[in-house]
């Protein structure tokens, strides 16, 4: 007979729940938004929806060093613009990985400062390490491969591709093709990199390569630095920052770069009718790919528009807008087994062997320092 008795009053409790509206018995009462400056996904900041409606509120996003040239991003800021009703406002638009990360604390608490970040795997990391970086997960966060996110989800890498050599074939007679070649007299006064690897990842990355093509490794970057001062001392070098007007003016007719880059400047030089015959090789003696980590200021000024960008940078539409410009991806995998990715986009990426591999964030960071501490003696300009 207790058994009926129990279930009675449980009934009864319910009842008595319901009719103080409390909540229905045996359901957990949902959990209340949370403010989108400390919502740790779309979900508890009350859904996608809620998100959109309180960025929407906000007006405005504020970004840094978003070039409309690099890896979509004018495409990427048009789309969200236009999706969502909000203006996308970009500070220095040429500007360097570490100088996202110094606009951080020199606008911390100021309506400028940047709401979200895009910066080397390496910046993320160091951002994170300091603090600076609010722990968020977009809808798409388990797709990320493992070693491409922060376990704590404060950056995600969102886009990458291979270090490569561009070269003007219009005034170089023989275009390099790996690290190698660049040491040829022939090229004395033609190679650049895409800024100093002290302040800019591209840069960085190409001394990465470097050191690989010349008995380096993951673990020791040295001999890339000692590759740069040898092409430094030989003429080859130049302490030029390669960019589209550098090489239309043939300031800087061979550039260390990403490959997504060289690519959309070869696409972007045949659209203007411009006489720069852009080629682009990947080096298959210093092959080096690194991805690009997207992160939410934890002081960001528009917490709900930092947060939305997010989602749609690593929604299908933002990620085949990466890949349409010659950056693969972050769930590019994912997206091709779930039928999202832009097959015709996919086609047009250079073919590269084998699978590639990163260096751990110990590694990087010991590399960085190397490369902080011995660069600018190393390869003054």
């Known amino acids: 007979m207790s058994a009926p008795r129990i279930r009675t009053a449980s009934v009864a409790a319910c009842l008595a729940l319901a009719a103080g509206a409390l909540g229905a018995c045996g359901d957990e009462p ?12 779309a979900a508890d900041a009350g859904g996608t929806a809620a998100l959109a409606a309180a960025a929407k509120k906000e007006g405005t996003l504020n970004t840094i060093a978003l070039p409309r040239d690099w890896a979509g991003y004018g495409a990427l800021i048009d789309g969200f613009e236009k999706k969502y009703g909000i203006k996308v406002l970009v500070e220095d638009p040429e500007g360097t990985s570490q100088g996202e990360i110094n ?6 608490g100021a309506g400028r400062a940047p709401d979200v970040i895009d910066v080397g795997r390496s910046f993320a990391q160091s951002a994170a390490r300091e603090g600076l970086l609010a722990p968020y ?21 969102n886009y990458g591709g291979y270090i490569s050599i561009g070269c003007d074939a219009h005034r170089v007679k023989t275009c390099p093709s790996t690290f190698a070649d660049l040491r040829r007299p022939e090229y004395k006064g033609q190679v650049a990199l895409n800024g100093d690897p002290t302040r800019s990842e591209s840069a960085f990355a190409g001394v990465y390569g470097a050191a690989l093509a010349n008995g380096g490794s993951f673990d020791d970057i040295q001999p890339g630095i000692d590759f ?58 210093g092959s080096f790919a690194e991805y690009y980590a997207s992160g939410v200021n934890k002081d960001a000024p528009h917490p709900a528009a930092a947060r939305l ?42 073919t590269v062997e084998g699978t590639p591999t990163f260096p751990t964030e110990a590694q990087t960071e010991k590399a960085r320092e190397t490369v902080n501490r011995g660069w600018a003696e190393a390869v003054p300009g």
């Open 103 to 108: 606009a951080l604390k020199e606008h911390r």
């Open 228 to 285: 740069f001062a040898e092409l430094g001392k030989s003429g080859n070098f130049i302490p030029v920052e390669s960019s589209p007007a550098t090489i239309t003016k043939g300031r800087t007719p061979i550039s260390i770069d990403w490959d997504f880059l060289n690519l959309g400047y070869a696409e972007e030089f045949r659209e203007q009718g411009s006489d720069v015959d852009w080629r682009t090789a990947i080096p298959f003696d």
């Open 30 to 41: 949902a959990p209340a938004p949370r403010a989108p400056a400390v919502a740790t996904s």
């Open 137 to 157: 997960k977009v809808a798409a966060y388990d797709a990320i491969p493992r070693e491409q996110k922060d376990p704590r989800a404060r950056w995600s890498n």
């Open 309 to 350: 960008w997010q989602e749609y940078a690593f929604s299908p539409e933002g990620q085949n807008i990466r890949l349409a410009a010659y950056a693969r991806p972050v769930l590019m995998e994912a997206m091709e087994k779930d039928g999202t990715l832009d097959k015709m986009a996919a086609e047009k990426l250079p």
